[in-house]
T-cell receptor, first 113, second 114 residues
Framework: GDSVTQMEGPVTLSEEAFLTINCTYT??????LFWYVQYPGEGLQLLLK?????DKGSNKGFEATYRKETTSFHLEKGSVQVSDSAVYFC????????????FGAGTRLFVKA | GAGVSQSPSNKVTEKGKDVELRCDPI?????LYWYRQSLGQGLEFLIY????????KSGLPSDRFSAERTGGSVSTLTIQRTQQEDSAVYLC???FGQGPRELFFGEGSRLTVL
């Protein structure tokens, strides 16, 4: 079945550092890919998405590119801030799965001032 | 309502008791999901309702877990004969229409089984 694999955390960075959180997926079809974020004490919310190969999703300075050849959707940000400290979840939704959304294990990010 | 509403927000129960968790999705949303988030774990898919279709129950961990959705709106997740390993945050989410859509999450119901 479909699955999502994320790099294990926690990831600890200093403010203004470059961030990469790796995400790879397994799917039988052509899934749509998502990054969700869970800030401390808050519910999950969509950060960005991409629906087809080579699409780039972007929001709040974060970017991720849908790479079909490597089945990856890595999250990047050029300069992180303390306020980016959160748990980040990679997810997919695929026709073969009836469009149910499957999540990775999540990666916790700590940004130090 | 304005968002997905879940109740109770916190529930402490004794091992062996039954619990019911409620989810009120965003009005008009046809899809409703239940997930489980355990400490240090990711989001574990439990069950998915889409419109009038039969629910996808493939994520329910045992026959002690069941869920229903009445009138295409409110959903109740029931856990019978709770065990300590059932302790987790149970998250509900809803989305509009079919296809790969953004999920809107509730704040969750934190279940503690003593």
């Amino acid at each position: 079945g479909d699955s999502v694999t994320q790099m294990e955390g926690p990831v600890t960075l200093s403010e203004e550092a470059f961030l990469t959180i790796n995400c790879t997926y397994t799917a039988t079809g052509y899934p749509s890919l998502f990054w969700y974020v869970q800030y401390p004490g808050e519910g999950l919310q969509l950060l960005l998405k991409a629906t087809k190969a080579d699409d780039k999703g972007s929001n709040k300075g974060f970017e991720a590119t849908y790479r079909k050849e490597t089945t990856s959707f890595h999250l990047e940000k050029g300069s992180v801030q303390v306020s980016d400290s959160a748990v980040y979840f990679c997810a997919l939704s695929d026709l073969s799965g009836g469009f149910k959304t499957i999540f990775g294990a999540g990666t916790r990010l700590f940004v130090k001032a | 309502g304005a968002g997905v509403s879940q109740s109770p927000s916190n529930k402490v129960t004794e091992k062996g008791k039954d619990v019911e968790l409620r989810c009120d999705p965003i009005s008009g949303h046809t899809a409703l999901y239940w997930y489980r988030q355990s400490l240090g774990q990711g989001l574990e898919f439990l069950i998915y309702f889409q419109g009038n279709s039969a629910p996808d129950k493939s994520g329910l961990p045992s026959d002690r877990f069941s869920a229903e959705r009445t009138g295409g709106s409110v959903s109740t997740l029931t856990i019978q004969r709770t065990q300590q390993e059932d302790s987790a945050v149970y998250l509900c989410a809803s989305s509009f229409g079919q296809g790969p859509r953004e999920l809107f999450f509730g704040e969750g119901s934190r279940l503690t089984v003593l």
